[in-house]
């Protein structure tokens, strides 16, 4: 199976960018030199759609992390292009890539990341304060009692459960109100309760808010709260799902694991 033509081209070109948050071009990715070479992301194109969940899956090592790495702007490519709205990233210095992960782009990851000398409002704060921008209470208000942290504010990360430190790295990642929030593995550190809790605060936070969020997981179930489940194996797309139960996402990850 290939990527859905109605959002991505296999040639690599992005006739209609309108409506798309981010996007690769005949992306490549190569580590190392001579033997120990490795293409870990091998030619692909794909855009993601404003205003949906996407999830990336696939075996391990088939560049889940690396292509979310070069979209994020966290990772730089070999060649090809990748587009953040308008913006190609790979035509941008260190500087002006710093700026856009900070200004355009939210990140969550498996391990939280949090300050552990802050507290959960100034950790929540921190981009906005980094970024000189002024702290919007009312917005901050919204995204804390959506996130059920209103009477945890004041508590350092050490006094906050795992679903609860998540849910800090999810408002902080919010709170500059970013085109797009990459995910890495958010409920690989977490209980299933507290799991779920987290995937349906993420899929709230595209069906209520509009906002775009794009998830590396291993887990079909979590990836099953997706829009959109797209598949990799060697580098490239080998399926795209457009709202899949766990059921067809297993079927579809099965002869790839093998
Ligand atoms: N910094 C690096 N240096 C060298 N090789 C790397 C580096 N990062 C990734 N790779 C290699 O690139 C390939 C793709 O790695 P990547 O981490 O993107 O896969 P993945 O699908 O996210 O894997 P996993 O599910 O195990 O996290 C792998 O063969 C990996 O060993």
Known sequence: MTSSPSVSTATGGLRSPAGVACAAEQLVKVYGTGDAQVTAVDGL?????????????????SGKSTLMHCLAGLDQATSGRVLL???????????????????????VFQSFNLLPALTAEQNI??????????VDRAALERIVATLGLADRLRHRPAELSGGQQQR???????????????????????????????????????????????????????????????????????????????????????????
């Open 125 to 134: 704060v921190l981009p906005l304060e980094l970024a000189g921008r002024r």
């Open 168 to 258: 800090v790295a999810v408002a902080r990642a919010l709170v500059t109100d970013p085109e797009v929030i990459f995910a890495d593995e958010p409920t690989g550190a977490l209980d299933i309760r507290s799991g779920h809790a987290l995937l349906a605060t993420l899929r709230g936070a595209v069906r209520e808010q509009g906002r775009t969020v794009v998830m590396v997981t291993h887990d079909p179930v979590a990836a099953s709260y997706a829009d959109r489940v797209l598949l990799l194996a060697d580098g490239r797309v080998a399926g795209d799902l457009d709202r899949p139960s766990t059921d067809d996402i297993l079927a579809t990850l099965r002869p790839l694991d093998a």
């Open 85 to 107: 709205g308008d913006t190609d990233l790979t035509a941008l210095s260190d500087r002006e890539l710093t700026r856009v992960r900070r200004d355009r782009i939210g990140f």
């Open 45 to 61: 194109s794909v855009a993601v759609a404003a205003g949906a969940f996407t999830a990336i899956m696939g075996p391990s090592g």
